[in-house]
C-alpha cells in the first residue's frame, strides 16, 4: 500500500472523486483506494474486497456505496 501511482479515477463531481492505487490479488481479491479532494494533498488510503455481481459485474464497497471499476477511467 505504499504505491502513490494512480491507475485509474472516478469523478463523484467536478472537485472529488476516488483513486484507484492497485488491486492486491490474493484468494480474497482487494483493491487500495483513496478519495480525493481539490485543493487538498492527504489522502488517507483504504482497501476493500473486490465482489461480482449475479451477472458478473466486479464492484468494491465504499462508504456503503457500490463502485463499479468499469466507471473507472484508466490512466
Known amino acids: ?3 502513490n501511482n494512480v491507475i485509474a479515477v472516478k ?3 467536478a472537485f472529488t472523486g476516488i483513486q484507484i492505487h492497485s488491486v492486491i490479488y490474493d484468494i480474497d481479491d ?3 483506494f483513496s478519495y480525493w479532494i481539490e485543493g487538498q494533498d492527504k489522502a488517507r488510503k483504504a482497501t476493500s474486497k473486490i465482489r461480482y455481481t449475479a451477472a458478473g459485474r466486479a464492484y468494491f464497497m465504499s462508504r456503503n456505496h457500490r463502485q463499479y471499476l468499469d466507471e473507472f477511467m484508466r490512466v
Open 1 to 3: 500500500m505504499n504505491n
Open 30 to 32: 482487494k483493491i487500495c
Open 11 to 13: 469523478a463523484d463531481s
